[in-house]
């Protein structure tokens, strides 16, 4: 068992208000530290600390608010336990802060659009940098969906900004892809998305895809329902299709599926 390879889970730390899942439930700095340590215990091997939420139509925090909600929380991570802490972020004041304070990954969801100093932020400190997809804001990102053909689309965006981040220093082993599941897409898009995650591997950078709890689970439903059932499916679905790392609320629960998963994959292989 010892010679499989294991998906990386990328676990979730909305250190904010309104998070569209978790929003508040973590903003308390102990209770944040708590949480990072239970997900690390349940295998997580990367924490994703995030303080502004990016559901739709939420709106900005100023850097200054964003730095004071994060960074108190990586160096308490740093502190309590050994995993690699990524910077949720879009902006290069807050990853350049967030670095400083210990994060080794930079999780940009607007794919460096935003704010392209993100790229010396990363390139200067030999940072990992994922560079995902974004169509509009997080504010109006819903209101046009509209592709001439997405798949090419998506990864035009993302082999380009991935160029340009190379051209400008960062290493291309540094770099991770994210096609932006819920960003920017219909309910049918993010389906086919994920059925296509194979033409994202055919980059040679690894995938990530960040898909749990989202709506494209709850707009299937005609109640309210618990969406864990599904993203476990999705997930399992999007590994098998090629994703490196899926970014979850639920550790445990993806952990114990993927173990599942993984060993299907090397009997796949082999």
């Given at each position: ?265 090397k009997i796949r292989a082999d």
């Amino acid at each position: 068992m010892n010679n499989i390879k294991r998906t990386g889970i990328m676990g979730i730390l909305n250190v904010t208000p309104d998070s569209f899942y978790d929003g508040g439930r973590y903003s308390s700095k102990e209770i944040a530290l708590k949480h990072a340590v239970d997900m690390y215990n349940e295998g997580a091997d990367i924490i994703d600390v995030g303080g502004e939420s990016t559901r739709p139509g939420a709106l900005q925090v100023s850097a200054a608010e964003e730095i004071d909600r994060v960074c108190p929380v990586i160096e308490m991570i740093c502190r309590e336990i050994p995993v690699v802490i990524s910077i949720d972020t879009t902006k290069s004041e807050v990853a350049r802060a967030a670095v400083s304070a210990g994060a080794s990954i930079i999780n940009d969801i607007s794919g460096l659009t935003f704010d392209p100093q993100i790229i010396e932020v990363a390139a200067e400190n030999n940072t990992a940098l994922v560079i995902s997809h974004i169509k509009g804001i997080p504010r109006d990102m819903q209101n046009n969906t509209d592709y001439d053909d997405l798949i090419k689309d998506i990864l035009d965006f993302l082999t380009g900004n991935a160029e340009n981040a190379c051209n400008k220093g960062v290493g291309r082993d540094k770099i991770i892809i994210d096609p932006g599941i819920g960003f920017g897409k219909s309910l049918e898009q993010n389906y086919i998305i994920i059925n296509e995650l194979s033409r994202l591997t055919e980059t040679g950078f690894p995938v990530l895809v960040g898909l749990s709890r989202k709506s494209l689970i709850g707009k299937l439903y005609e109640k309210d329902e618990d969406r864990l059932p599904a993203t476990i499916a999705l997930n399992s679905a999007a590994v098998l299709n090629g994703a490196d790392i899926i970014r979850v609320h639920d550790v445990k629960a993806h952990r114990l599926a993927l173990e599942s998963i993984d060993f299907l994959k090397k009997i796949r292989a082999d």
